[in-house]
Nanobody, 126 residues
């Protein structure tokens, strides 16, 4: 069974940075894509970024392109999301997710992801 555990959330001022980490266990992830999604109060869950476990190919939402960087450490089985130039609109619960078939091209649709972490809160104050 795949387990995903997020860490690194917190409170930060606008313009600041945070680094989220997702520890993955339970499988060999070579065929997987790993993604980050977020959900703000009263809003639907939205795609943030995804990365192919096998080749490191990345995909970003337009709203975070140039500010966020997703990376993976295959030795540690972890996926990080470096968030820079944070804005109040980035406030949300951030979720790590795993798509078992996404390694060729990481997907932005939440329906493609079979496994989810419990989420970590990120709050950006103005």
């Amino acid at each position: 069974q795949v387990q995903l555990v997020e860490s690194g959330g917190g409170l930060v001022q606008a313009g600041g940075s945070l680094r989220l980490s997702c520890a993955a266990s339970g499988r060999t992830f070579i065929s997987y894509a790993m993604g980050w999604f977020r959900q703000a109060p009263g809003k639907e869950r939205e795609f943030v970024a995804a990365i192919s476990w096998s080749n490191g190919y990345t995909v970003y939402a337009d709203s975070v392109k140039g500010r966020f960087i997703i990376s993976r450490d295959t030795a540690k089985n972890s996926v990080d999301l470096q968030m820079n130039s944070l804005k109040p609109d980035d406030t949300a619960v951030y979720y790590c997710a795993a798509d078992p078939k996404g390694s060729w091209y990481p997907q932005s649709l939440a329906e493609k992801y079979d496994y989810w972490g419990q989420g970590t809160q990120v709050t950006v104050s103005s």
